[in-house]
Nanobody, 113 residues
Framework: QVQLVESGGGLVQPGGSLRLSCAAS????????MGWYRQTAGKEREFVAT???????NYADSVKGRFTISRDNDKNTVYLQMNSLKPGDTAVYYC???????WGQGTQVTVSS
């Protein structure tokens, strides 16, 4: 069974940076569009970014110019580099394959001074 495991979340001050990683447990990773979504309490999960198997990317307007999604097919890993973080970026971040076919367990990102 394929699993997605996120890491890299934590507490960071406004203006800081974090890099999230998502490792897939099997080599089918290279065939899927991968993505990151986020969710805060009481709200629906929202789109952050996706990257196709051909490395074409798409971003939510709220993160354009600040976040960068990338993938390493040899390592079965997708990354989300987050710069210039704002308190409004605070959420649980989820990795997904498909997207929406498989989900990771989520990693908490908190932006606060």
């Amino acid at each position: 069974q394929v699993q997605l495991v996120e890491s890299g979340g934590g507490l960071v001050q406004p203006g800081g940076s974090l890099r999230l990683s998502c490792a897939a447990s099997r080599s089918i990773f290279s065939f899927y569009t991968m993505g990151w979504y986020r969710q805060t309490a009481g709200k629906e999960r929202e789109f952050v970014a996706t990257i196709t198997s051909g490395a074409r990317t798409n971003y939510a307007d709220s993160v354009k110019g600040r976040f960068t999604i990338s993938r390493d097919n040899d390592k079965n890993t997708v990354y989300l580099q987050m710069n210039s973080l704002k308190p409004g970026d605070t959420a649980v971040y989820y990795c997904t394959a498909g997207p929406g076919i498989l989900w990771g367990q989520g990693t908490q990102v908190t932006v606060s001074s």
